[in-house]
């Protein structure tokens, strides 16, 4: 396999971080016009927060980030530093933040771990399987978490009916459908039989209108066939280590709400489950939505799940919301990204 350095810098590019910002930017102006119960007292109401939950909110959050740097760094088996570890998760999440969620961020990792020094074929199995068990956490975490919170999960109003009459019920378990089947598919292929899984898919792509994709299918393959080679035989530590690292990072990324929203509303225990199964569905959401890092999007469905809990406080809750679990990324990465190229690209060539 071979990387397109060209696609990976388009995407890695700092000057892609003013899309998203402007998108956002115009959903927040269209939300503050058209909303009449959005007013000066409701932007002032930023400082009625409770500043130990907003600060629990920031460690929260910050925790999520550990985890996902200890993660990077067990799944390597530790052939990254925590300071190249860091390096990667930044530039991970800039990449996830430019592209639309739908596309990801995976070639771009790829790229990362394979310049910091990573064979390509073991980059590529730890891609993968990050992709697995970050898929998994919500395959078998979203009926856990469901049926806790049973009763008033999925939104309900005109706003939030879809196109067509489906509602937002129905797009989740279409969607918890797709993404079961495409993990148990790539788990089988990854661990099971990744030469089986080959063979099938050239068959498919065989077929006279998919014939043109048959180069691009082998070439998956391959892939598969290699990260399959480098995961098997991982003992279970590595394992059991990885996947409650994958558990503390999705509940962190979703507690994190908790936080803030408990900042401005007095909630009890079923509130906060009820919140957090909501996220599992939001996220739902935000992974379809065609705008770079669903920006734009996630705001304005933000209010449609959590505008009952927060009495007024909604606007000024998602903004904060957007401010700790998505900007910092842009701005993180666009800082990072010259020093990286910097580090893994001219400083090699002068040794």
């Known amino acids: 396999m071979k990387l397109d350095n060209k696609k990976i810098f388009q995407t890695l590019n700092p000057n892609k971080v003013w899309v998203p910002i402007l998108i956002g930017l115009a959903i927040v102006f269209y939300m503050f016009y058209t909303d009449p119960s959005i007013n000066a007292n409701t932007l002032k109401g930023v400082f009625d927060a409770s500043v130990w939950w907003i600060l629990l909110a920031i460690l929260v959050i910050l925790g999520r980030d550990v985890g996902y740097i200890f993660r990077i760094r067990e799944i390597t088996d ?9 390096y990667v998760i930044i530039l991970w999440e800039f ?24 064979k390509l074929g073991k980059a590529i199995a730890y891609v993968m399987v990050t992709a697995i068990l970050d898929n998994l956490f919500f395959v078998i975490g979203a009926p856990i978490i469901l049926y806790f919170a049973q009763g008033n999960i999925f939104p309900s109003g005109r706003i939030m009916e879809m196109r067509f009459g489906r509602s937002i019920e129905v797009l989740f378990w279409i969607s918890y459908g797709l993404y079961a089947s495409y993990s148990l598919v790539m788990a089988l292929a990854l661990f099971y039989k990744p030469r089986v899984f080959k063979w099938v898919l050239l ?9 043109k994709w048959k180069h691009s299918a082998n070439e998956y393959g391959n892939q598969i066939i290699e990260a399959s080679k480098e995961l098997i035989g991982k003992n279970a530590k590595y394992w059991v280590t990885i996947i409650v690292a994958t558990i503390f990072i999705w509940s962190s990324r979703y507690l994190m709400l908790n936080a803030l929203i408990g900042a401005y509303a007095d909630l009890d225990i079923y509130e906060h489950i009820t919140i957090f199964a909501r996220q599992v569905i939001m996220w739902i959401v935000m992974m379809i939505s065609p705008t770079p890092g669903s920006s734009g999007t996630a705001e304005f469905f933000f209010a449609q799940f959590f505008a009952e809990f927060l009495n007024g406080y909604t606007f000024v809750t998602s903004i904060l919301w957007r401010l700790l679990t998505y900007y910092p990324y842009l701005f993180l990465g666009a800082i990072f990204l010259p020093r990286w190229i910097k580090q893994v690209f001219f400083k090699k060539k002068e040794h």
């Open 95 to 118: 990449a996830s933040a430019v592209t639309p969620s739908v596309v990801g961020g995976s070639a771009v990792a790829i790229f990362i771990l394979n310049r910091e020094g990573i």
């Open 203 to 211: 068959k498919i792509y065989s077929i006279k209108w998919l014939r």
């Open 78 to 86: 530790r052939q990254l530093t925590w300071t190249r570890a860091l």
